[in-house]
């Protein structure tokens, strides 16, 4: 991971997509789509290093609220480059839809979510392939869910095996241990604490899981993003940009 992880001061989970490899040899292109946490966390110094890295389009998944929350340093009008796009994943009028009974495993939320959500999943996958030359940066607050489905998904129509998408997903729980062993210790109640290790996790068979679902459930990566809105010229679009 070590040549992939990006230094930008305060935030802990940012790594280049790039040098990823495909099943048919290629690599995915360095500097072409990248994953972190939310930029609010960002010093100067890593807004600095933010804008230095090439990054030309800004795509939040995080809601509304948590935007106003948490306002990315990127979002206002004085910051004209990189572009800021606030593109929420989660639907605030599907969620009522989810059944928590049995959604209880990150991957049963994953994979109801590419339901409740594919619209605006495919629109997202559209602000990357639709950006202009540089490289992209998709967050959301810690980088790890909402990023993890974008990113897994647009990896998966780049034609990266499942396992080579999973590692990559796992690791932010390594980038994230500080941030999560502080958060952790915050909390007196033993119970309170094994509910956020839930919420912390990021384990390589979840992302597995939901590209089982996909091709099972969707027909394949190609397929379900096709139903949700990413037509074929969007898609090689999006190839074109990733694929080295």
């Known amino acids: 991971m070590g040549h992939r992880r990006l230094n930008w001061a ?3 989970n940012v790594r280049d997509l790039g040098g990823l490899p495909p099943k048919d040899g290629d690599h995915i292109r360095t500097g072409a789509l990248i994953r972190s946490d939310s930029p609010h966390w960002l010093t100067e110094q890593g807004c600095a290093a933010l804008r230095s890295s090439g990054v030309r389009r800004i795509l939040d998944l995080r809601s509304e609220d948590e935007a106003e929350l948490d306002p990315s340093p990127f979002s206002y009008p004085a910051h004209a480059e990189p572009a800021y796009i606030l593109l929420p994943l989660i ?3 599907r969620e009522h839809e989810r059944e928590r009974d049995t959604e209880r ?3 049963a939320i994953y994979i109801g979510s590419l339901s ?3 619209e605006r999943i495919a629109a997202g996958l559209a602000t990357i392939a639709d950006a ?3 490289a992209v940066l998709v967050h959301c607050h810690a980088g790890k869910d909402r990023t993890g489905i974008v990113v897994a998904l647009a990896l998966c129509l780049a034609g990266v095996a499942p396992g080579v998408i999973a590692a990559d997903y796992a690791l932010s729980a390594d980038c994230l241990r500080e941030r999560h062993d502080a958060d952790l210790a915050r909390i007196a109640a033993e119970s309170d604490r094994e509910e956020l290790r839930a919420l912390q996790q990021s384990e390589p068979e979840t992302i597995l899981a939901m590209l089982a679902a ?3 459930q969707h027909g394949g990566v190609s397929e379900y993003l096709r139903h949700h809105g990413l037509g074929a010229q969007q898609q090689d679009r999006l190839l074109a940009r ?3």
């Open 105 to 107: 495993s990150h991957a």
């Open 214 to 216: 996909v091709d099972g």
């Open 91 to 93: 639907d605030p009028a």
């Open 10 to 12: 305060g935030c802990a």
């Open 242 to 244: 990733l694929r080295d």
């Open 132 to 134: 202009p030359d540089g």
């Open 116 to 118: 409740r959500n594919g």
